[in-house]
């Protein structure tokens, strides 16, 4: 049976909400943080960051999962986020989790669509992150956004936000991604990454990807069929396997 902890950081009415999970032994332990997608929370869907929390846990992987501000139980204006405000929500985590008795020093991220992008920001920058396993990432920012932002620009409503399924989006976001280029950034990384991608995404290019992916030298591996949100059983299997043997190997392999 694993540990669950449940956490809050920051201020009152802007909090960032997480859960910690650990094997249930007192030792230290490397640390996978998971940094999920746009509009999206940290249990995704299919439940795929807490299938793949428990496999890491059973392998002696200590993981934590959170929601950005202004998604699922965080606080915060979700027409406030922007690529640029998670990656401060994710240094944010990755410094309580430095203040752990459980951190042996060693951390995974994986960045499932945008957290991709997030993941590929932040992880050069942090030198105990060791390795990386991007889900689908919108690491091609500039490419991907650049018909977006004008689609954008031209249904602002009244207020100057954009309508996403019920959500709004506000230029913040619009400015903040098309700000940086990931790609450049995820290349200066030292450590470990793979990336896991479905041949059928609709949302992010799989070719593209994969090129990028074979032009720095990064380990690919393609789910056959797979949409943007891995929506068969048996993809969603094949993803959280993967992932967690890479981290097996690359967190663990001095054990």
Not at 30 to 47: E, K, N, Q, R, Y
Not at 84 to 109: C, H, S
Not at 214 to 221: A, D, K, L, P, V
Request: charged residues 25%.
């Amino acid at each position: 049976m694993s540990d669950l902890r449940f956490f809050t950081l920051g201020p009152s009415d802007n909090r960032i909400a997480g859960i910690a999970e650990l094997p249930d032994t007192l030792e230290k332990y490397p640390v996978v943080v998971m940094l999920h997608g746009f509009t999206g929370d940290h249990i995704t869907s299919a439940f795929k960051f807490p299938r793949l929390s428990r496999r890491l846990v059973e392998r002696g992987i200590a993981t934590v999962r959170f929601d950005f501000r202004g998604s699922g139980d965080s606080e915060g204006c979700f027409e406030e986020m922007s690529p640029l405000t998670e990656l401060e929500d994710a240094k944010e985590v990755l410094g309580y989790i430095r203040k752990q008795p459980f951190y042996n020093g060693m951390i995974g991220i994986v960045g499932y669509s945008l957290g991709g992008m997030v993941a590929a920001l932040l992880g050069p920058t942090e030198p105990d992150v060791t390795s990386m396993c991007l889900w689908c990432p919108a690491v091609l920012n500039l490419q991907l956004f650049r018909d977006h932002v004008k689609n954008f620009d031209e249904h602002l409503d009244e207020e100057g936000f954009f309508d996403v399924g019920g959500i709004r989006i506000s230029k913040k976001f619009r400015d903040g991604v098309m700000s940086v280029d990931a790609s450049e950034e995820l290349a200066r990384f030292q450590g470990k990454v793979l990336i896991v991608h479905g041949t059928n995404d609709e949302s992010v290019p799989f070719e593209s990807v994969r090129k990028y992916a074979e032009r720095n030298g990064f380990c690919f591996h393609a789910i056959e069929g797979g949409d943007h949100r891995f929506s068969r059983y048996e993809w969603v299997e094949e993803l959280i396997d993967i992932t967690s043997n890479f981290f097996n190997e690359t967190l663990l392999s001095d054990s």
